[in-house]
């Protein structure tokens, strides 16, 4: 019996398992370095954060670029904008992508295939061509410096309709047919059986979308100007401007800007990985 179980041991650190497992390592450094860069340099003394040669821990650790940055601008209030504005623009993504992909996925009407395409189209074209556009469609709304102004041009994302399509596609049509005997209608087949069988992908692209929307900059500081409406991110950059180049503090800002998302990931990241998994884009 222990002969076996040393076996099993030998054949779990084959030559192969050890090589992913030291590219698995690799990869997560290269990913966390940088992140411990920030914050060793958050906590040096501003005057050490560009010393050379450059040292991971200056003499004292201490917290005082958070309390400048903290006292510096409202950041709670930032804080507040931020978390509203990702949290509406994610509920209003999941819907309207999830709608616009059941109507490509499974409704036939004229002119179907040439609105997906343009839709498609769109994932090809950078957001910044928009901007300008966008603004003065939000300037004619009256819709600048307000809250919707900056939620309602990022709702319709044309890769989160390609996504939910493709996931779509793979639900079996029997379901639907059974609830359509039952005398059930399209609407009601939408939000009592294609929703809760797509709550993996649905997942996904909240997720994907909450995340994108807590780190957007350039929208949030074209179309908002009234501090009381900042976001996080241009709120940091305002604070960092007004107050010259200081890496200190400029690393404590990515820290606090960037700290809710890494717990977002954290707690999701098997929703993150199964979502991703099960819209078929893993073996495109």
Do not use: H
């Not at 004619?140 to 939620?151: E, K, N, R």
Request: with cysteine.
């Amino acid at each position: 019996m222990s002969a076996v179980a040393d076996e099993g041991r030998r054949a779990r650190w084959t030559p192969g398992r050890f090589a992913l497992l030291a590219g698995a390592v690799l990869l997560a450094a290269v990913w966390v370095a940088p992140l411990a860069w920030a914050v060793a340099t958050s906590l040096k003394p501003e005057a050490e954060a560009t010393r050379t040669p450059l040292r991971w821990i200056g003499s004292t650790v201490t917290l005082r670029a958070y309390r400048q940055v903290w006292e510096a601008g409202d950041i709670g209030r930032w804080m507040f904008n931020t978390a509203y504005i990702s949290v509406m623009t994610t509920l209003l993504t999941v819907v309207f992508c999830a709608m616009a992909a059941y109507g490509f996925a499974r409704t036939d009407f004229r002119g179907r295939k040439v609105l997906y395409g343009v839709v498609l189209a769109g994932i090809m074209v950078p957001p910044q061509v928009l901007m300008a556009p966008l603004f003065a469609e939000m300037v004619s709304l009256g819709l600048v410096d307000t809250y919707w102004g900056v939620i309602l041009p990022q709702v319709a994302v044309p890769a989160m309709v390609f996504i939910l399509v493709k996931f779509f596609d793979g639900v079996p049509r029997e379901l639907e047919e059974a609830a359509f005997v039952d005398g059930a209608g399209r609407w009601r087949v939408f939000w009592t059986i294609v929703m809760p069988l797509s709550r993996p992908v649905l997942a996904a692209v909240a997720i994907f979308t909450f995340i994108s929307t807590w780190n957007n900059f350039l929208w949030p500081f074209l179309v908002t100007t009234d501090p009381n409406g900042m976001t996080l991110p241009v709120g940091l950059v305002n604070v960092q401007s007004s107050y010259g180049l200081r890496y200190a503090q400029m690393m404590a800002s990515v820290v606090i800007a960037g700290l809710p998302l890494l717990v977002v990931f954290v707690l999701f990241q098997r929703q993150i990985v199964r979502g991703v998994a099960r819209t078929g884009l893993s073996g495109q």
